[in-house]
């Protein structure tokens, strides 16, 4: 009855790696070969994790919103998907919308890199994505791309303009009293005129009739 027996695979990528059974023979019987067989290793495949967060954020975390100028991170781990294998000192690179620009960070021993970034100073989404490139062992991977919101300056801002400007209204409606006070002596005035041609009229007329 034949044995099964099992061996580590190689270590490395290859085709045509070659097996062989043998009998030896006994007392009764002749020696034998099988056919020679072929098999071939192949990369493992991997999981690339990404996460863009800033202090304070829940756990779980993946995209995160900022101020223009604030602290947040880049951060993720780098997994053999066969054997569930944390893979250390593999470099990962990113690419993100423009201006953002991030360096590229080397996997531990736990398979975990990051990294902490400045957000840019103008508000608007940005996209970012991780990237394993790949080596003899293991097949290249993306990560989900993630994405950082950079928020429009803060509300405490436009608040102050707005109260500067709400200020600024009752300047014009004093302008508008005093305009108003100066139609209200105008008219005094007038009225004041008009009694006094009514006054010197009566007069003449009372003096016209003492002279007949």
Same mark, same amino acid.
């Given at each position: 009855? /034949?044995? &099964? ?8 990528? /290859?085709? !045509?790696?070659?097996?062989? =059974?043998? *009998?030896? !023979? ?10 020679? #067989? ?10 690339? !994790? ?43 690179? *990113?690419? /993100? ?14 398979? *975990? ?10 508000? =608007? ?6 990237? *394993?490139?790949?080596?003899? &062992?293991?097949?290249? #991977?993306?990560?989900?791309? #993630? ?8 509300? /405490? ?5 707005? $109260? #500067?400007?709400?200020? $600024? $209204?009752?300047?014009?409606?004093? $302008?508008?009293?005093?305009?108003? =006070? ?6 005094q005035d007038g009225s004041q005129n008009d009694r006094g041609q009514n006054d010197r009229a009566a007069s003449n007329s009372n003096n016209r009739t003492t002279d007949r």
């Open positions: 009855m /034949a044995k &099964l027996l099992s061996q580590a695979p190689p270590t490395n990528v /290859a085709t !045509g790696w070659a097996y062989q =059974g043998h *009998f030896a !023979g006994d007392s009764l019987y002749k020696k034998s070969d099988s056919t020679i #067989r072929t098999y071939s290793t192949v990369k493992h495949a991997v999981t690339l !994790g990404l996460a863009v967060l800033k202090t304070g954020d829940p756990s779980g975390t993946t995209s995160t919103t900022v101020e223009p100028g604030q602290n947040y991170k880049v951060q993720g781990t780098l997994r053999d998907s066969l054997t569930g294998t944390w893979l250390q000192g593999k470099t990962i690179t *990113f690419t /993100a919308d423009d201006p953002i620009t991030i360096s590229g960070k080397t996997t531990n021993l736990n398979g *975990f890199y990051s990294g902490s970034q400045t957000a840019p100073g103008t508000s =608007g989404t940005y996209d970012i994505q991780s990237h *394993f490139a790949g080596d003899a &062992l293991y097949s290249s #991977r993306d990560s989900v791309t #993630r994405t950082l919101t950079v928020s429009s300056p803060s509300i /405490a801002a436009s608040t102050t303009d707005a $109260e #500067r400007s709400t200020a $600024e $209204e009752p300047a014009s409606n004093d $302008e508008d009293t005093t305009s108003d =006070g100066d139609d209200d002596e105008s008219e």
